[in-house]
């Protein structure tokens, strides 16, 4: 950013946009320059956001052609455009720092010193001011962080970082007050000309001040371009139509009451920009014939210099037309030829390396989860079950007549971290989906990276709370040796990663939090039924049923080894067992594996949960992959 870019044109074309039969763009022109500021201006629906969604490629539009410089605006050259949307999408637990350095590591190229990174993180934050709030966290509702202003500074700070040639701003100066969003607005225009960068922005009502700032001006209505031109010179083309409005009051406010107000005035407004579209391309090239053109000024043969970038609704007198001109579709070829292309080609699809993008997507995901997973209630939650779970399971006697307590020892563990799990992946996922799918959206990284990275960076977090609470209920219910407390443990992480799988692929495939809660709900107790506690005699019909769930499995392994290897007991006046016709009957710990619906092997039980955990976390994968 220490060199001004290169001239850049950004024209569109003829857009056109129709979804489910409704019209929202029709045939809308423009452009914008290098140095300076195009405002897209309009009443609320008239498609000022659908079509800055258009040029950013994030939306497909019917017809019509956008180019840079003459040229096709392909993919490559979408990565030197940035795309500010109107909402602030961040981690919220990240201060503003490691926000800006993750984004200046991972979308900058690896052949980039961390030095340089850092110098120009330094001169973003300068020329932003946001230096003083650089250690504050994002924030959300429930924690406070960075005011309105910042973080819409912030947002525009992250595109900054990739020396864009191009910026797309979706309402900068919604929300914030009239003194902000001016020093916002100051900032963007000096942004704009120091660096010779274009800038488009989409803008509802801006104060007086705001407005003048603007170098070029598209009004939208209803999905028409109602006016294009100079900015200055938007009050006199509607005075030109015969259009009447109060004098001495905020352009922008008599703009938007002319195309809210009165449903004539709008409909002459339309009909005139599209008449005055209808212009021959011959009559075009002869009029621009006549003087020079240099793609913002021409002189015409008295030596007087007037607009000459064609334009819908673009207002300007010269001795060839006191017309409008509307058509921008065919600039000359010495106004191309004149300027230069927007910097080198960038042919690697990713700006960094895999592993660039798996280290840093660790670190930061490791930085936002911590405040997650050791959430103050979450401690606190697990704590409280624990008391009460050793409260009523404590030392449990090594009996026949608490069998039963023994097994409920062993099954609540299952339940209780298989609930948390899926739900902490459900939750995680939901809160980081928009800040992916903004990320990704830029060529930010591969998802892999990001899968493998969250994977892997929660893994040593996500096993400490388990683990502790774990061995306390173990030694406190004294419910087996260290042997088999390794075992147990194990086991018990085992089922953890599965439910937590399961969380991945609930949280890709149900984005809205209502329904993922009460997918997971639906889900959990299906295999809460199924997992061979609360009912172990199913009808024979439906008794494949248990392998279904994913609670069998692991009660199924921990019971076995707890239990298999019991001394025989005799029946005494029980009926619980088969073999108990008399009280004299013996039954042993197959047996009692038998009773409960137990007919798989320890080894089978921990090789099954071990292939879920990798099929499971698979199809997490492909199920982010084709619904992000």
């Known amino acids: 950013m220490k060199t001004k870019a290169r001239d850049t044109l950004l024209t569109f074309t003829d857009i056109n946009l129709t979804l489910k039969e409704k019209a929202i763009l029709t045939n809308v022109n423009g452009e914008a320059k290098s140095g300076q500021i195009l405002a897209i201006m309009g009443p609320s629906g008239s498609g000022k956001t659908s079509l800055l969604n ?78 003083n709030c650089l250690d504050t966290i994002i924030g959300d509702f429930m924690h406070r962080g960075l005011s309105g202003g910042e973080k819409k500074r912030a ?44 800038l488009l922005i989409t803008i509802h009502q801006p104060s007086s001040q705001i407005f003048h700032m603007f170098s ?60 005055k579209g209808k212009i021959q391309n011959t009559e075009k090239k002869n009029c621009i014939g006549n003087g020079e053109v240099n793609g913002i000024h021409r002189k015409d043969g008295d030596g007087n210099t007037h607009n000459s970038v064609l334009g819908l609704g673009y207002y300007k007198k010269d001795t060839c037309t006191s017309e409008i001109v509307l058509d921008i579709s065919s600039l000359e070829k010495g106004v191309q030829a004149r300027v230069e292309t927007t910097g080198p080609s960038h042919n690697k699809k990713w700006p960094t390396s895999f592993w660039t993008q798996f280290k840093m997507l660790s670190w930061r995901n490791a930085k936002q989860s911590r405040w997650r997973i050791f959430d103050d209630c979450v401690l606190a939650h697990a704590a409280i079950v624990a008391v009460a779970y050793c409260v009523l399971y404590y030392q449990i006697p090594d009996t026949i007549e608490t069998l039963r307590d023994r097994m409920g020892a062993v099954f609540f563990p299952l339940i209780f971290w298989g609930f948390a799990m899926v739900t902490d992946s459900v939750t995680s996922f939901i809160g980081e989906r928009e800040v992916v799918v903004k990320e990704r959206k830029a060529g930010a990284y591969r998802l892999s990276a990001y899968y493998i990275a969250k994977m892997v960076s929660e893994l040593p977090m996500l096993i400490i709370l388990p683990i502790v609470q774990l061995s306390a209920m173990y030694w406190m219910a004294g419910i087996g040796g260290p042997i088999t407390f390794a075992m147990y443990i194990g086991i018990n992480l085992l089922n953890c990663f599965t439910n937590q799988s399961i969380g991945y692929i609930i949280g890709a495939c149900v984005p809205k939090f209502k329904y993922s809660i009460t997918t997971v709900n639906t889900i959990m107790v299906l295999f809460l039924i199924l997992g061979g506690f ?83 976390r698979i199809m997490g994968y492909f199920a982010l992959k084709y619904r992000l």
Not at 161 to 171: A, G, K, Q, V
Not at 183 to 198: G, H, P, W
Not at 239 to 266: A, K, R, W
Not at 587 to 611: E, K, Q, R, W
Request: net charge negative.
């Open 54 to 131: 258009i040029l950013a490629g994030d939306l497909p539009m019917s017809s019509g052609t956008v180019t840079v410089n003459g040229k096709p605006f392909t993919k490559l050259q979408k990565r030197k455009l940035a795309y500010v949307l109107q909402s602030d999408i961040f981690l919220t637990k990240l201060t503003l720092r490691e926000t800006l350095y993750f984004t200046a590591m991972i979308r900058l190229p690896d052949h980039v010193s961390k030095a340089d990174k850092m110098a120009r993180i330094d001169e973003i934050v300068d020329a932003l001011h946001l230096r």
């Open 155 to 198: 947002n525009i700070a992250c595109e900054l970082l990739t020396d864009p040639n191009i910026m797309l701003i979706d309402e900068p100066t919604s929300g914030l007050d009239s003194s902000t969003a001016h020093v916002l607005m100051e900032e963007l225009k000096d942004f704009a000309s120091q660096y010779n960068k274009t």
């Open 216 to 275: 070029t001006l598209l009004l939208l209505v209803r999905g028409h371009a109602a006016y294009f031109g100079g900015a200055q010179l938007a009050l006199k083309y509607f005075s030109d139509l015969g259009l009447d409005f109060p004098d001495q009051y905020n352009p922008s406010d008599i703009l938007l009451e002319l195309l809210t107000t009165d449903e004539e005035v709008v409909n002459k407004i339309i009909k005139a920009s599209t008449l």
């Open 534 to 616: 609360f009912n172990t005699h199913f009808p024979s019909w439906f008794a494949w049923a248990k392998y279904l769930s994913f609670l069998y499995y692991p009660f199924a392994a921990i019971v076995t080894l707890l239990f298999a290897d019991i001394e025989p007991f005799s029946c005494g006046s029980s009926q619980t067992f088969k073999q108990c016709q008399n009280e004299t009957e013996l039954v042993t710990g197959s047996d009692v594996l038998h009773s409960m619906g137990i007919d798989i092997p320890v080894y089978c039980s921990i090789g099954m949960m071990a292939v879920l955990v990798v099929v499971l």
